[in-house]
């Protein structure tokens, strides 16, 4: 669940297909279809399906963004103006493997900054960078919630917790 | 990390250190459900809500608002749907509490929020969790979808005339979206962008309809107000305050963890030195941040030997609030200036941009400081950060500006020294 060595799917396949409006599988349009039947107004389900959407084109690309506006009757700009908002999702795109260290208070005080110099070093990019095969992005974010277990970095959706440099390099050295 | 009670027995933790806690069964093995059963069996929905106003408890989620109360401003008469809705955003530095009891006891909190339903006449409810607690919203799901297949949760629960739906909803990155009304914004598929009070979310919330949105911890302590009645509940903490509270520790202690203790323990300094283990590498107390980043620091002389009580009056006569309980320790060897810009960062980058004082003010905030820190310092920066703050606390269109001033204005009025000699370096 949370601090073990788990098996670290990544983000997203990368997206061969290309077009005016992205097309999905029928699962997961039946993904889809699961998110809209809980609201009764369609908007509602912007954010679940935009992290289907996320999932399946790598991040938010036009043709997403086109899929998404047309499955929920809304404008481009609707889109857009809830997509640039949330720092979750992503409008440009993000390595496979994106590694989020929390720098709020609590991890700061416990060493957040070591653990982040450790996964620069390590990777060869700063805070805000892509390694040049895409397969890696470094971000800095605020409080995760992993205040007890401090510091603590999110891989993908996985919270690895207590962490020292070795564990650091234990992480990065296990995704494939 | 430790979880558990100390000064009072486990109540709402008491299920967490279970095989298998999360499950139904462990659940039902352990008195799951029973107070659902007694609200449905022999309570009227206005019984429920006067237990839960005897109870005396209050909101935990960093408001502190009487919750019986907020229930019964709900309608009675309105011809809309009603709501409830599980605050389960959580994004409050130092604040991790709510995540332990939706991993061990997740129908603890379905069965909470099931009674508000019954107690509101709410039929289709939603517990709003932060994206990055993805793996909390998979085991919410499967709870859920236990609850559902044991006829506890959907139509006709537990063979009576009463239906209710509960879901979950992913939010997307946005400590705002901890704000009840920014929530409902963005559960409603738009920016979390907060709104204007009234009207409250009481009588016109989710789709302008009538609303109850409360925080895990306030909604998981239901089913024992049901089960032992809200007097006894009212009888484990104090006269204006009921119950027991989770307080999340972090920080320079030995012991960090989720606590939970009688509301009203009255000894802030021996929670420190010696339930959460003293200070860590043998060092000294500096500060405490006792309640989430957004209330006052306080030094620790205003803790040690101080008997300041561990509830709402008690803290704000110590000199700080009660918030969300999360309370981050710093040893000697932190200086506040730096610790302040940190959370200074954390309230600039979470400003939602929607009201000039808070956004701008933010920004301003934080490029001061980069000075100061670069050597730039200048006579008159500590009146600046004071006049900022002032032109933020109380002008904002929500408390987030509240938030992001206070622990500026307290940190330089009771540590001036760290802010100096900062100031002073060029």
């Known amino acids: 669940m949370t601090t073990e060595l788990v098996n670290i799917q990544p983000l997203y396949q990368p997206v061969k297909m290309s077009g005016e409006m992205a097309v999905f599988s029928p699962e997961v349009e039946a993904e889809i279809d699961w998110h809209l039947a809980k609201y009764p107004s369609k908007r509602s389900a912007i954010l679940p399906i935009m992290f289907i959407v996320q999932r399946e084109r790598g991040y938010l690309d036009g043709p997403g963004v086109s899929y998404l506006a047309n499955r929920l009757s809304l404008r481009i700009t609707d889109i857009w103006e809830v997509a640039t908002f949330y720092s979750m999702l992503h409008t440009k795109p993000i390595g496979q493997y994106h590694i989020q260290v929390c720098k709020t208070l609590s991890c700061k005080l416990l060493g957040a900054d070591k653990i982040t110099e450790q996964c620069s070093q390590k990777l060869g990019i700063k805070p805000g960078e892509t390694t040049a095969d895409g397969k890696f992005s470094l971000s800095l974010v605020e409080c995760l919630g992993s205040c007890g277990t401090a510091p603590m970095f999110q891989v993908n959706f996985d919270f690895h917790e207590n962490l020292t440099t070795e564990k650091v390099d234990q992480i990065l050295d296990s995704l494939p | ?426």
């Open chain 2, 1 to 426: 990390m430790f979880i558990g009670a100390i000064g009072c027995e486990p109540l709402q933790l008491r299920r967490v250190h279970l095989e298998n806690s999360h499950s139904l069964d462990v659940y039902r093995a352990n008195g799951g459900y029973e107070a659902l059963k007694k609200a449905l069996d022999s309570m009227s929905p206005d019984d429920v809500i006067n237990e839960v106003k005897k109870s005396q408890l209050r909101g935990r989620g960093g408001a502190g608002f009487p919750t019986g109360m907020k229930w019964s401003f709900v309608p009675k008469d309105s011809p809309k749907p009603k709501y409830v809705v599980c605050n389960a955003d959580e994004s409050e530095p130092g604040t991790f509490k709510d995540r332990y009891l939706m991993e061990r006891d997740p129908h603890m909190l379905i069965e909470g929020m099931l009674i508000a339903a019954y107690a509101l006449g709410a039929k289709t409810n939603y517990i709003y969790t932060r994206g990055e607690y993805k793996y909390l919203i998979d085991i919410m799901d499967v709870a859920l979808d236990e609850a559902r297949a044991a006829g506890l949760l959907g139509q006709n629960i537990l063979g009576t005339n009463f239906s209710s739906e509960i879901y979950t909803h992913t939010g997307a990155g946005a400590y705002i979206c901890g704000e009840e009304t920014a929530l409902l914004s963005s559960l409603e598929g738009y920016r979390g962008h907060p709104r204007m009070k009234p009207p409250f979310p009481a009588v016109s919330g989710l789709y302008a309809s009538p609303t109850v949105v409360n925080n895990v911890e306030t909604l998981t302590a239901v089913p024992d107000i049901i089960t032992m009645g809200g007097e006894a509940y009212q009888k484990l903490g104090t006269e204006k305050s009921g119950g027991t509270k989770l307080w999340s520790v972090s920080g320079h202690v030995n012991r960090p963890g989720v606590y939970e203790l009688p509301m009203g323990y009255d000894d802030m300094e021996k929670f420190i030195m010696e339930d959460c283990g003293g200070i860590s590498n043998g060092k000294q107390l500096k500060a405490v941040i006792p309640g989430g980043s957004s209330v006052y620091i306080m030094r620790a002389d205003q803790i040690i030997g101080k008997d300041v009580r561990m509830d709402y009056e008690g803290l704000v006569a110590g000199g700080s609030m009660v918030g969300s309980g999360g309370f981050i320790v710093m040893d000697e060897t932190v200086d506040v200036f730096e610790s302040t810009k940190n959370l200074t960062e954390f309230y600039k980058h979470e400003s939602c941009g929607w009201c000039t004082p808070c956004r701008e003010g933010t920004d301003w905030l934080v490029k001061i400081f980069k000075r100061i820190e670069n050597g730039g310092g200048r006579d008159g920066d500590i009146q600046l950060f004071l006049d900022l703050c002032d032109n933020i606390e109380g002008k904002s269109f929500c408390p987030l500006g509240d938030a992001a001033a206070w622990p500026i204005q307290s940190a330089i009025k009771r540590f001036p020294e760290d802010f100096e000699k900062h100031i002073l370096k060029n």
